[in-house]
Every structure is written in structure tokens, then in C-alpha cells.
């Protein structure tokens, strides 16, 4: 079963709106990580934070993880109509003896309108 | 350098035929995974590969899959007696390593069983 569980599971905002994607997982885990996947075909890796971390940021993105809560989020600030495609959380599976197996979310579709 | 090369980008395909999916990881990544993406849903895990280890193949649907990772590079993964159930993207993944690192994904096949 997945792991994850991502909200909302599709988004409508306009060019230069933020973008805020929620993700919930259940076990313990050592990172939890965000991906992006345009028309359905491969996945591009964004942004990876670790258990111990609570907040991190590249460019446009900002990743929280409250690991009390077993949550992270995924902002996006002033999106652009590029940014449109499904936005995935994946996690490990946690433990001395990971494998680096990923367990993903749901997904959520992103359309930003120009 | 080269990103993670899969082949065929498409396959269509009669029930019941077998099916040879290939997977060329990035050179010099020493863990291989595969995923199943069906319409609209999040990736489920499949197989997991790393070095000369035993795979780790718990993610498998049925025993009509079964994959191999030969020379410690190019991976097939095979499906025997296809079904329509079966109709899915198959995304490959490589790491450096196993554990923390990023995932690094191809386009995937997107596999039809008419």
C-alpha cells in the first residue's frame, strides 16, 4: 500500500499565485523527498530533506516536514505557467537497513493558468 | 553525461504475449529500481537492484514478472502472459548508492496489452 497521501489531489492557480501541496505518510522514515513528473513520463527529483531538518528551501520551493505530525509540505512561490505538471512526495522506508526503496504519495496536478 | 535510457518508449501488445522491458542506468550507479505507474495513480515499487546483492523483488505483482540486472548495468524487466491489468508506464530508477541518495528516473515505457 502507498505510503503517502498527498492534498489537494489537483490545483488550479493563476500565474504568480503560491502553490502550497500537503503530504502525509505513516512509518518512520530517514528523508522524505519531492519529485515532479510532466505528462506522465519521467520524474524529476526537486528537493530532499532529511528527518532531522524541518525546513528547506531551493529557488521558487519551500519544503517543511513536521516528523511529530508524520507531514511535510511543498510550497511553491510565485509559480509560472512552467510549474504545471503532478507533484509527488516519496519516502524511504526508514530504519538502519534501508534500502532506498521509495514508497510515493499520490500525487497532486498542478495547472497554473497564464 | 547520459540520463537513464528505457526501451521500448511505447509497446503495444496482444494478451497473453511476453514483453522485454530495458532499463540503461547512469553509469556508474550501482542500485537499479523499477516502478509501475497505472493511469492517474502514484508510483508503486516493483524491484530493487544493488551491486551484486540479491535483489529485492517484494514490490513484484505476480510471478509473471521477474527482472534481471546483468553485469551490474542494463536491467530487463520481463513479463510473461501479459494481462490488461498490466497496462501501466514502467518507470526505471538509478542512485550512486542505495539509501539517501536521489533517484534519478527515464521517460518510461508505456506498455498497452490490447
Known amino acids: 500500500s502507498q505510503q503517502g497521501e498527498e492534498d489537494p489531489q489537483a490545483l488550479s492557480i493563476q500565474e504568480g499565485e503560491n502553490a502550497t501541496m500537503n503530504c502525509s505518510y505513516k512509518?518512520?522514515?530517514?528523508?522524505l523527498q519531492w519529485y515532479r513528473q510532466n505528462s506522465g513520463r519521467g520524474l524529476v527529483h526537486l528537493i530532499l530533506?532529511?528527518?532531522?531538518?524541518r525546513e528547506k528551501h531551493s529557488g521558487r520551493l519551500r519544503v517543511t516536514l513536521d516528523t511529530s505530525k508524520k507531514s511535510s509540505s511543498l510550497l511553491i512561490t510565485a509559480s509560472r505557467a512552467a510549474d504545471t505538471a503532478s507533484y509527488f512526495c516519496?519516502?524511504?522506508?526508514?530504519?538502519?537497513?534501508?534500502?532506498?526503496?521509495?514508497?510515493f504519495g499520490q500525487g497532486t496536478t498542478l495547472q497554473v493558468k497564464p | 553525461g547520459a540520463g537513464v535510457s528505457q526501451s521500448p518508449s511505447n509497446k503495444v501488445t496482444e494478451k497473453g504475449k511476453d514483453v522485454e522491458l530495458r532499463c540503461d542506468p547512469i553509469s556508474g550507479h550501482t542500485a537499479l529500481y523499477w516502478y509501475r505507474q497505472s493511469l492517474g495513480q502514484g508510483l508503486e515499487f516493483l524491484i530493487y537492484f544493488q551491486g551484486n546483492s540479491a535483489p529485492d523483488k517484494s514490490g513484484l505483482p505476480s510471478d509473471r514478472f521477474s527482472a534481471e540486472r546483468t553485469g551490474g548495468s542494463v536491467s530487463t524487466l520481463t513479463i510473461q502472459r501479459t494481462q490488461q491489468e498490466d497496462s501501466a508506464v514502467y518507470l526505471c530508477a538509478s542512485s550512486r548508492t542505495s539509501g539517501k541518495n536521489i533517484q534519478y528516473f527515464g521517460a518510461g515505457t508505456r506498455l498497452s496489452v490490447l
Open positions: 530533506i532529511r528527518s532531522n531538518e
Open positions: 512509518t518512520s522514515i530517514n528523508n
Open positions: 516519496a519516502t524511504d522506508a526508514g530504519g538502519s537497513s534501508n534500502t532506498g526503496k521509495l514508497i
